[in-house]
């Protein structure tokens, strides 16, 4: 079957293909795909020390416009998933924190993005996972280049 096929439709078939089984995982807990890619960003940047999240950081990581980043966060507060209150620094910016809900949720985001990793290539040996995700790191280098 993909033999033959463009390299960009084999990317784009990959890419909805994983998505859907993430979307499947978010569904699970209520939430969209992008609202979990989202928490994912809160709760790391949360780990990593940093002193307050904003808005901007998350539109800067998620590359989203700021009116579709504003719907995302009124949805995840709405749901209990993170508070937004006005920072301490800058009155004009809301300082993002996860909720005890989502605290930490970057761990379980990272586990099932293996798993559907894993799956997704079942058929490969452990060698062939490293040199294909080593490849992907390359691409990914010379995109940001």
Known sequence: ???????????????????????????????????LRVLGSVSRLEASGQSE???????????VTHPAMTKLLQKLESKGFIKCVPSASDRRYKKITSTEKSSEIY?????????VFNELCKDLSAEQKQIFLQSVGLILHNISN
């Open 53 to 63: 999240i904003h808005q901007n950081d998350l539109e800067r990581i998620e590359q």
């Open 1 to 35: 079957m993909a033999i033959g096929m463009p390299f960009g439709l084999k990317i784009a078939i990959i890419n909805r293909a994983f998505r859907k089984r993430m979307d499947e995982k978010a569904a699970a807990m209520g939430l969209t795909s992008v609202q």
């Open 107 to 115: 761990k379980l985001i990272l586990a099932q993005d293996e798993e």
